[in-house]
């Protein structure tokens, strides 16, 4: 399966966007001067965060449909599993390339 990498780095902006918006007080990590490794560990923490909502739901729905819940129709689970599967698969990749960035980094002389 093949992942967007356009469609995954909108969707990690948007959610960068919504971070910016929550209060910094609270946010352990928001030292003075140190802004951009809070920024990012928050936006990778809540995108992290996101993918395990999404499959937490779909597990959810897969019980409630093979227990016979009659609120719960084939169509949103399949759907649900999907939004899991593809928001894993993004998350991966994106885990993929900051490991490959990160060896790129480090074999680099000094």
Known sequence: MKV???AAYQQWQALSGVN????K???VNALPGNTAQADFSNMLKN?????NELQ??????????????????????MIASQK????FEATVQVRNKVVE???E???MPV
Do not use: F, H, W
């Open 4 to 6: 967007d990498a356009n």
């Open 20 to 23: 910016a918006s929550q209060d």
């Open 105 to 107: 980094i480090m074999s």
């Open 47 to 51: 995108a992290i965060d996101n993918v």
């Open 56 to 77: 937490q739901t779909s597990g959810d729905l897969k019980t409630r449909m093979e227990l016979g819940d009659p609120n719960v129709t084939l169509e949103q689970t």
């Open 84 to 87: 899991s599967s593809i928001a």
């Open 25 to 27: 007080a609270t946010n």
């Open 101 to 103: 960035a990160y060896k």
